[in-house]
């Protein structure tokens, strides 16, 4: 039920004070979210993105998805209807710092092949933001393949310039967060 400017955002209340931490501290140019939905994440980050006066926002999604028309309006987001895979990623060098943040699918395939996508576009310093890794916590991990906490512990034991940052995962106390293992920090190129 929770919701950004009448539109749902489907995240724990604890990370969206959690990314606006992020957000200030980084300073991102660009930010790509992976997983519109309805959008009101989107929102949310474009307008943490016109408080700091600078960056945008680009969201991935599927075709099928009907995103609100209020993301076609902020002058900070631009929308990309044909799934990550179909990204375009040759502009991206135009940006300084990247932070990735991806909600899509959370089958642990979608989620490693956009780590392996997304991933050296992170700027150091930056995030790559893999969400609902608390799937694997509530049991469902076979529903989803093993789910985002296997992609990244995959990913993890072969990338060395990532880490897990516990500081995010663990800010409210330990694993209050729907991003568990889920905040991996960008160390080297």
Not at 1 to 23: E, L
């Amino acid at each position: 039920k929770v919701t950004y400017k009448g539109v749902p955002a489907i995240k724990c209340p604890f990370d969206y004070v959690i990314y606006q931490m992020i957000v200030f501290e980084v300073q991102p140019d660009l930010i790509i979210e992976i997983g519109t939905n309805a959008g009101g994440s989107a929102l949310y980050l474009a307008d943490l993105l016109e408080l700091n006066k600078k960056g945008e926002l680009h969201t991935i999604d599927l075709p099928g998805n009907k995103a609100n028309e209020l993301l076609y309006k902020h002058p900070r987001i631009k929308v990309f209807k044909e799934g990550f895979q179909n990204y375009d990623s040759t502009s991206l060098a135009d940006f300084k710092t990247i932070l990735v943040i991806e909600d899509g699918s959370h089958m642990y395939e979608d989620s490693l092949a956009a780590l392996k996508k997304f991933s050296p576009f992170v700027s150091t310093g930056s995030y790559y933001i893999v969400e609902d890794g608390i799937i694997n916590n509530l049991g469902l991990e076979k529903e989803y393949n093993g789910g985002p906490q296997k992609a990244i512990k995959e990913f993890i034991s072969k990338n060395k310039n990532f880490i897990t940052d516990d500081k995010w995962s663990d800010f409210f106390g330990i694993g209050n967060t729907f991003n568990q293992i889920g905040y991996l920090r960008k160390l080297s190129k």
